[in-house]
């Protein structure tokens, strides 16, 4: 019976975390674990649920996190500007990329969001690294890719023709939907379609300009025809841009220096590259409509190879801006200060992200605190706080940006680096969430019960169990002590006032105001440690 117990608070904690959303939004406002997202963030995307309807548009981010800050993310999560949210339960594998695309072109339905990557199911619905999100539900497309997906884009291949634009996918897949479609495909509302006999590694970048799709990746050849790492795709034929490069494209963005102003718009492209042809350009480089020119003197980085992630341009006073992201030690001129936080590999401090202004490069922030720790992979423009001035966003695979720690994800406010969440919330993992329906004595507000790994919610000690009363957390006694893999409760529910909390767990404590029972799980092995947990707060 203690088992069958066990499975049905598993099972219950489950469903209140799908039924309680709406009011853990209203009632959690400090991160878990360092405010952000638990491991790398490698997209970033706006995304408006009702198009021009009330609700207001987000920021979703996808990566390699199986948990947001407040627990309630599987790679994949909305930013409201307080706090992350959920996105249908998310997916159950890895995101690379993110995109909006119109399924039903100029008819009534808003863009859905489109999610790309290394899963096979998202929000429960079979989906074979790609699917779509419509702001409530999941949708495959077909029968999807059988590999990972990287990158996505929107594409009219005929321009001012009939055909309505379509959304085209490039990875490491061999087959799209039911077809041969080596590393690229093209969905065009019903099936996938071939681009030719496609390219011979994986894609990791795509832009549109100047009426064609511009990809970049790691292969050498498309359509059979040699373009080391960048290729042109006309609507029907591929195309070389001059010698390519001699390493992996893997960012590419569209850059117009003076905005409309007589400088044309060019293609910029990044990535892990010294040269172009006998022309060095360092990572990073623009086209000039017959070959590749260096932005300044590139950049410059703690392995061999230059390595830019991101690119993304921004329009700031009629002029405009090009952000990079990746690892830098130098950007330009611009070197990692010392004394600015470490990259582990080399020990080398870096840039995360550095900006280009046309001429020159610069360091978002100045001193120590224009660095972070790790790489930079994904950037963004949002309104978090509606006072109509977005600001930058930049995900990675970092711990520290600026003077801040936060987890993978912060924001640039174009003069200081702040992460995402107020104060520390909880020092690690967050496994359960469950709403009370009885209101604590101390406040009006039904209680939220989190369980974990964590020691701690914000300053205050609290042993793998908390309690969110509206404006702070508080701990149970003195909690529980878990031992099933790094040490958590694994569910909570609420029976009446009674909180159950589910795990392989040690005995806890009792304080004055808090009672705690724990019940041996006599069916289980007694070096397990099983226990469910009873606490009248």
Known sequence: MQRSRRTLLWTCASSLVASITAGAQSLVSTGFESPGLSDAVTALATFDPDGTGSAPAVLVAGGAFPASAQGLANYLA???????????????????????FDTDGAGPLPAS????GAFTSAGGVGANRIALWNGSTFAALGQGLDDWASTVAVFDDDGAGPNAPALYVGGDF?????????????????????????????????????????VGGFFTTAGGTTVNGIARWTGSAWQALAAGFDGAVQALAVYDPDGAGPIAAALVAGGAFQLSGSTTVNGIARWTGSNWAALGTGITTPSAYPS????????????????????????????????????TPGGQAVLTVASWDGSTWATLGSGATCAANESGRALAMFDDDGDGTASLFVG???????????????????????RLGAG????????????????????????????GAFAAAGTTPANRVAL???AAWQPLGSGVAGTILDGDARAVAWLGAELYVGGKLAVGGAATSTAVTLTPAASTPPSEDTYVASVTP
């Open 78 to 100: 909305a930013w409201n500007g307080s706090f992350w949210t959920s996105l249908g339960g998310g997916t159950d594998g890895r995101i690379s990329a993110l995109t909006t």
């Open 113 to 116: 969001l489109v999610v790309a």
């Open 174 to 214: 061999e087959h799209a939907g039911t077809i041969s479609a080596l590393g690229i495909a093209r969905w065009n509302g019903t099936n996938f379609e071939a681009l030719g006999s496609g390219i011979d590694g994986p894609a990791a970048a795509m832009v549109v300009f100047d009426g064609a799709l511009y």
């Open 308 to 343: 830019i992630r991101a690119l993304l341009t921004v329009t700031e006073g009629g002029a405009t801006k090009l952000y990079a992201a990746g690892l830098a030690r130098t950007a330009g001129s611009v070197t990692a200060p010392s004394g600015s936080v470490p990259e």
């Open 396 to 418: 990675g695979h970092f711990t520290v940006a600026g003077a801040n720690s936060t987890a993978g994800v912060a924001r640039w406010s174009g003069t200081a680096w702040t």
């Open 424 to 451: 520390e919330g909880l020092g690690a993992s967050v496994h359960a969430l469950a709403l009370g329906s009885t209101p604590l004595p101390s406040t009006s507000a039904s209680p939220i019960a989190a369980g």
């Open 468 to 470: 969110w009363d509206g």
